[in-house]
């Protein structure tokens, strides 16, 4: 029995053999009513016409896949809202993603090389930018490759990057603090060395020097090393009943009013924490954090966030991605740089 | 110039030749030392191996990716779970994941037939199981399936399927307020039908009658509809704001003590709302939901949750997944339907 073919398809579904094939290919911008779409796909199923995936990457290099590496778990709702923002972007580009732990970069180049996927996206994260071997890799084969809050943003790169501006974030939390009357901050940080923490420890220095506001630091048990723990499912998250304990005994060194007095976490998830030694502390005592945590600031008084545009970044990065794998051209275009500002969220 | 084989990497590298294969082999069992991996991998990228990929999935018509159809946003933390535990299992068989929607389905399955993958995971959810159109088209082509979260369990299913035990869930709840004085619960449920919701809705109802708690329901705003404009992006959560009035309206009418009074939601993430509820209300009404939510049980006293084993389930889906892609004779083995039970995670 001969394949089925396009032709095949058209005279099936009653519409022209253009139609089919745009109607059957992910990646086609031509808008199509919904109906139609579904009209030639299930005349294309009935007929067991196949297009034959493999036949075609073969001829065109092209697997529409993209390869994201990511070293952290989905679990932490960070990564997965930049991993979402990346798979809406790419499927609006008719692109699948394809999910690589830290381990599987290197081989994620020899698939680009060999046609099993487009490109490559990086997820940097606490202290780990793009590895020097995959950068290497990189740059030697040409892959087209975007990084995500490596926190570089040198300009430097010879790839697309896309990054949080930190500091930023920082203005905008003290700015709102102080103009509701707050005059000390404890500042409460995890004990690691990052890109993204230096730039929130610069900020905020600035802001006590410029603003008057008095900055106490309290750094949390957590290290490198508990983070790799954390990630590899074997730790537990009991950190957090010491640090209500640290931070409230902290609370009582800052020696301000309470009402005056504010607990900024750099990160997110201790912000539940902060919140639970504020409200036996002293509940006037306000809260913020650098990056949105689990609870609702629309629910819990006294609470704000600066908001990292996360899934805005994961969605940068598919458009940059996709540019890269279009653009032969690609040595002679610098690569774009992006960076992008968080919102405030505070409660009512 | 030639294409370097096997051979020259094992020569560079100092390894016989079926380490090489072994070390690049990302399915490969054989416990290799990491630092031996390391220099095959070296080796190989140095002399510009480049595994064909392509060409070997013609032959072999295994792409080793698996297909995974989720219709919901990775930024809710249950589905994101899910897909961890399914890239995890997925990973440690030299499988690698490929993220597709549920517009995608279909289109999975040709991929599946064009060899581009090598089975599908369906992951359920609120009152969306497996599509009709997409069950037909699995059996028709004998396409590998795993369906998981998709409350059917009835054993009928031609394909293995992985199911929480919502039921369970319900009882160990109970149970657990029961010891702790409750005689009284306000019930919280979005206003859906499920095989989950209903699943639970049963196993409360015969609670109250076995055990003799008295159980007033509180039905949400949430709707099938609000539920796919919040996923779509475009609705805000706010209806958290009528939530925590209209539970505490609600309470006032339970009219029992407050110490022998229980919140129990359905869905974990009202159970923000519902503590927030409480303690305002009277910080002495307990607060349970039937999933886990975003408040730490370890933090907040009187909170009680029925943790579902999300990654558990993921891991299992996974092990199917892999077990289907192997057995030709799929037809004549019985698919396994695994069902998990949820575990209490209450406060200290």
Redesign the interface.
Known sequence: MTRPTLRDVAARAGVSISTVSYALN?ASTLPLAEATKEKV?RAA?ELGY??????R??QARA?R?IGVILGK???L?RY??V??GI?RGL?SDGF??????ET?A??G???V????LDGLVFIGHDDQGVPDDLRA?IVEHGVPFVAIDCGVGSGGERYATVDFDYATGVRQVVAHLRTAGVDAILYVRPGIDSPAEDARALALRDEERESGVVVHTLTTSVTVETIARFDAGDAD??H??DL?DRIAEALADVGSRPEATAIVCAWGVDA??AY?AASTHDPRVRVASLAAG???A???PRLTYSRLPL?EGGREAARLIVASTRGAEADTVAPEHVSLAPALDASH
């Open positions: 992910d796909r199923r196949v297009p034959n995936g493999v036949a990457s073969l697997s896949a778990p989905l679990t709702p997965a809202a991993v979402e798979a499927r699948r993603l394809s999910l690589l732990d599987g290197l081989r180049v020899d698939d090389r060999a046609g099993n890799a998250r009991s957090h009943d209500v539940e924490a639970r689990s609870l609702s629309q629910l819990w899934e």
